[in-house]
């Protein structure tokens, strides 16, 4: 399914890697996928109540909507434009990095660590610990516990980034 348009898909089985390439115009409900960058380049996608175990899901994509669902996977939506999770639970390493624009409200983040690296305008809404979040660019984090902050003001303006817990003196903020 690369390069295609126009896509409405409901109680759909994917194994296999980089499906939905290039594809725009997505909508997909109850859709799993097991496989490895799917829906890379992909432009205008929303999708409900789906399960993605995928290495580079959502890479270099613009405007994309994920309700209700769960991604499990490295890098996910790694140089993406306008994404938004709603009632996602997400599982990444170095997940949500060098994105821009990047909304979550109401999200678990289980084993997830070096989140938000370089991403710009967060607003996340997280109900859950996170393991570790490393130079976000600028937004609002809200979560109920991080075990390690890493701001380096070499890198980014730490003043930028609001972050929120529940427990703030059990973290660990590391400057370099």
């Known amino acids: 399914m690369w390069s295609c348009k126009n896509i409405k898909m409901n109680n759909v089985q994917v194994n296999g890697d980089y499906f939905g390439m290039n594809s725009e115009n997505i909508y997909a409900d109850h859709l799993n996928i097991i496989g490895n960058y799917a829906f890379d380049g992909a432009k205008n996608v929303e ?102 902050i890493i701001m380096d003001p070499h890198e980014i303006d730490p003043s930028k980034t609001t972050i929120i817990t529940d427990d703030d003196s059990a973290q660990h903020v590391k400057q370099h």
């Open 47 to 148: 999708i409900h109540n789906s399960t993605m175990v995928t290495k580079d899901n959502f890479w270099n994509c613009d405007n994309v909507v994920v309700y209700d669902s769960f991604l499990n996977g490295e890098y996910l939506a790694w140089n993406t434009n306008h994404i938004t999770l709603i009632n996602c639970t997400i599982e990444s390493d170095q997940g949500l990095c060098y994105t821009k624009n990047l909304t979550l409200k109401n999200c678990r983040l289980l084993h997830t660590d070096l989140a938000f690296e370089y991403c710009e305008n967060i607003d996340a809404e997280i109900n859950s610990d996170i393991m570790s979040v490393k130079n976000p660019i600028s937004g609002k984090i809200k979560a109920h516990h991080i075990d390690e």
